[in-house]
Structures are given as C-alpha cells and as structure tokens.
C-alpha cells in the first residue's frame, strides 16, 4: 500500500509517527512544508522538514515537540555574546549541526530534496521524506504594530510574537514561480490514498497546495484528513490565528469547506465535533486527541481506513 | 610608543600577550597571517586570527594553546553522526559561533578586516588586530606519499599529517596578488619599532611578508625578531619541518639570515645560541623559554627595548 501524507511541523510528526506504527508495511511518502523555512546566522532552517526527520528518526525532544532530545545552547549563547541576533529562535548545537550540513550541501549546489534525502540516510524516518519544493518558498505575515505596517516572516511572527499581533494577511511569497519538488507527483500519481495530518491548515497545508500542481495532482486521489481544530480550538499551535487571518472561522466545518469540495473524501472529526457536516464529504467522529502513541496510532489507523473504504467505493463505482 | 607586530597563531599570540604586559601604555597593531586559513563546514576558520584573538582576549584554552576553554565538541560530534568530516580539525562548540558570524558576516559582503574588528569588539584583546590581507592566500604544501604527488591545504599536512610527510615545497597561494588589508601598510609607516615574535618564520611571518607592500613597508623601519629556534629545535610546533622544506637549516642563525639583511636590525636569541653572528644585524642572547607569562613580558621587553636602542643609534646617524 502506498500513501502520500502532506505535513507540517509537530502535529503532522506525531501523526505520521502513529501512521507507520498503524501501518507498519505500508510505503509512506511525506510532503514536507517548506513555507516556514528560514535562514538565520547564514544557515539555512527548515523547521518542519527538520521537525518531521527528528520525530520519527528518534531524535526529537519529546516534551517541547520540536528541536533535539538533550539538547545544549553553547553556540547560540557564543553568537548572543557576539551580539549577534536573532535570540528568540531556539537554535541548539546538535542542531546546529544539521543546519551546517544542509547550508554546506545547498551551497554546493544540491537541491533541498536531495540535502533532506542525506541528512535522512543518518535518521532513517521510515518514510520518504519530500519537501514540497526545491525552490524557495516563504510564508509572509502582514501584521500592524507600532512599528507600522509591514511584512514579516512567519516564524517572526509565529516564534517571536507568538501570534500575539493579528495577522492582516499570509502569503506563500514565491509559491506561485515554484515547481513540486522531484518525486512529489510521481509519488502522489502512484498513491493509493492520500492523508492530511491535523497539521494547520492555512501555513503548513495550505502552503503545501499552494505549490502549482500539487493539489491538482492530490485532487485526483481519494484524501482523508483529520481536524486540527477540536470544538472552537486548535489540538495545539495557534493555527486560529491563521484561520482569523484569511476569515476563516476556527471549527472542524470550516476547515473541512476551506480544503474544499473536490479535495476532500472524508473528513475525521472529534466526538466533540460529532454534529458537523459538510456536503460531499464523509465525516466520522472519534476521539482525536494525540495524547500518547498509542491513541495517535489508532487515530492515523481510522483515518486511513476511512480512506480506504472511501476509495474501495470510488473503484466500485 | 607605537609597536607593529607581525604574528601566526600560539607562539606569536602568547609573545604579544607578553608584550601587552611589557609596554602597557603602547598602541600595538598585529599584522596576523591568514595563509592557514580554511574553510570546514562551508564555514571561514582563521586559525592564527583567532589565537591571538582569544589568547589577548582570555578566551584561550591555555593549557592546548588554541580553541576555547571550557570548550565543548557535541557539533562535530554531530557533523561526524551526519558522516560530515573531517574529523581532524578540532572545532569546537563556542568556537563554531566564531565562525558562524565570520562566515556571515563575509557573505554579506564585508572584507575579513572589518569582520575582525566586529569580533574584537566582544574580545577587546588590548591591541589592533589586522588580517594581514582582505584577499584570500591560502599557504599550500606539495607532499608525495602513496596517494602520490600532490598539494595539500597546510592544515592537512599540518594538523591531520602533523607534518609527519616532508613537504617539498610550500606556496602562498594567491599572496602575489594580494594586497595589505586597509590600515596595515598605514600601521607600518607610523610604527617607532616593528617587532617579529617567535612565530613560524615560514608559513607564519614569511606569508605576512610575501603580501606585495608589507616587506618593503617595514623594511623602512627597525625591526627586531625573536628566535624561534633553540639550539637546533623550534621552541614549539614544527618550524623545522618548514625550514626544510625551503631548504634551511634549523638554527637561530639560519632564520635570521632568512629573514635577511635590510629586514632585521635586531635578533634575540636564547642564551644556548650566545654565540650566533649575522653579519649587520645585532645579536642579543638571553632566555627565550615563554614558560610562564613573566617570562614572556621579559622577553618581550627585551625585545622592545633592543628595538628602541637600535632605532636611536640609527635616529642619530
């Protein structure tokens, strides 16, 4: 069986983590978001690539959900000491290492899919792990401060203004000039189902869609996603945030209606969110709380044998 | 009093430490050498730069003579998990942050010079620290092992080889092209003395003086040199090596007719080579073991004061 999964940062990792141990012979092919990658102190950062990598090579620190297990600052509180900023993204020394790595290869002229295919031979994800794109893609925040109004890089307003400042608009600056990355449709084309993690759905999975191609290449398969939003809240992150941004109301149905009709196959919800409908598109509630390996397993389990039965009735029609 | 110091890495460092100590009221510009600078990682290393940098700035590592103390090692620990080499060249945790901003702070187009001065401005070593040019000259050394007949980067045959394979001839790659960094050649013309510490007479201070314009300024002024040689052995590192490989001998004598008349006025030699004379060059015998930093402020004073004894004799001329 083959399966595409598009993802973003931790949300995604956890499910994709439940989805190999749900589906342990399957040949898992992940579309990584790229929209969030960032280049600080001349290194290049691919948060949600590196997010991915560490959660299912084992070298993700549990607790926060992202960065490296046992992780030190040397390095960072060296470049503070030189004054050199930023101070509000955590950059450790291991991973720092991964940085260098990626930096030094990009430099030597190897595309990101290719940098992300070495650095994955050492983590073995057990997935193929994709980004979306070779091509640089960035998610742009207009927000408005006392600064004035003004573009700012996602994670500038993610990490270091926690969101805290309304965004007045996302764009995916660069999505629309970008090609899938080699191997993204192919392995789409070659999907049996195809699954969107309850990775936010504006920044991580929008962003994703956004490169030309991908969702007409997705749109043929049958999709399956689980909700990042429970009742009127996200499961975790601040992707309300980027909901209220494009006007979009921060509920199961509404996220559903926004990947839209002609995406969207089936649609898992929690119990909580057991009254939602949408037209044309199967919604089944379960609890969906990630709360440990075991439930994220059972829940990627559901998802993808709403998928499958989904498809079993597109093929017998 | 203004003193100009070429210099390489530890020897030359810990000299000017001692000189720092000996003329406390003198404004001392180093003229470093950057001929063993390499790039590992994708990232600028300037070995000799930073040696003196962390040496007069307290960030040594005293005991080893260059790195940081306290030093920690989990990035190449990392690089080396990724399968990332070379292993051989120690770099640790704080000072990868090190060249991180040079690196950076290159890229963005700023010549290694005022890349210098920026991470002097955290070390404030107590003198002005000068590349000894803003272009690249890497020092190359010609080898023939089993892998055959070949230039290697200095580091390789210094630090991984440990000079173990004779070279057979040593080059500054690119110095013919090279021009004084800003202010270098300015520094020389306002000097009262230059002083040469015991730093490798070779690939330290010979790569200084291969920069078109730096031998013919300090050849204008009084210069006296500090044997790097006792008896037949250098006092540290492997200068020998070097010596032969340009086909002279290892002795106090020998390096002070290599430097050659016109340039040295003066030349310090340890008491175990009291009777060394170079024809038009004045030969002082003292103790010449930096063993501790008194020692080497003693030393240094010497050598000051040799500097400013002959320049009267020749002020009154």
């Known amino acids: 069986m083959k399966i595409v999964a598009l993802a973003g940062g931790i949300g ?14 399957a040949e898992i092919t992940v579309i990584g978001n790229t929209g969030d990658d ?17 959660t299912l090579g084992g070298g993700i620190d549990e607790e926060q959900g992202w960065g490296r297990a046992a992780e030190t600052f040397t390095v960072k509180e060296e470049l503070a000491a030189y004054g050199v900023g930023p101070g509000w993204f955590g950059l450790g020394d291991r991973d720092f290492a991964t940085h260098i790595v990626r930096t030094q290869m990009l430099a030597a002229g190897y595309p990101l899919s290719a940098v992300t295919e070495a650095l994955c031979d050492r983590w073995k994800p057990g997935v193929r792990l994709l980004p979306m794109t070779d091509d640089q893609v960035e998610t742009h925040v207009v927000i408005e401060d006392d600064q004035g109004r003004r573009a700012v890089h996602f994670q500038e307003w993610w990490v270091r ?20 990355a ?9 999907a049996d189902v195809v699954l969107f993690p309850p990775s936010n759905p504006v920044v991580s999975i929008g962003t994703i869609l956004a490169v030309p191609g991908i969702r ?17 809240a996200p499961v975790r992150g601040m992707a309300d945030a980027c909901l209220t941004a494009i006007g979009v109301e921060t509920s199961a149905r509404a996220v559903a209606e926004l990947y839209g009709l002609g995406l969207l196959d089936g649609w898992l919800v929690d119990d909580a969110d057991a009254d939602v409908r949408v037209e044309g598109i199967e919604v089944r509630a379960r609890p969906l709380l990630m709360s440990d390996p075991d ?23």
């Open 12 to 25: 995604g990792a956890r499910f994709l983590r439940g989805l190999r141990a749900a589906a342990p012979e």
């Open 38 to 54: 960032i280049s600080l102190f001349g290194l290049r950062v691919c948060p949600d690539l590196d997010t991915v990598m560490y």
């Open 161 to 180: 203004l926690r969101a805290s400042v309304p965004a007045l608009s996302i764009a995916a600056v660069g999505a629309e000039e970008s090609k899938p």
């Open 182 to 190: 080699p191997g993204v449709v192919e392995a789409v084309d070659a």
């Open 216 to 232: 007409d290449a997705v749109a043929k398969k049958t999709i399956v996603g689980v909700s990042p939003i429970i009742g009127d």
């Open 295 to 317: 439930a994220t397993a059972a829940i990627a389990r559901a998802a993808l044998d709403l998928a499958l039965e989904l498809k079993r009735e597109e093929d017998a029609q």
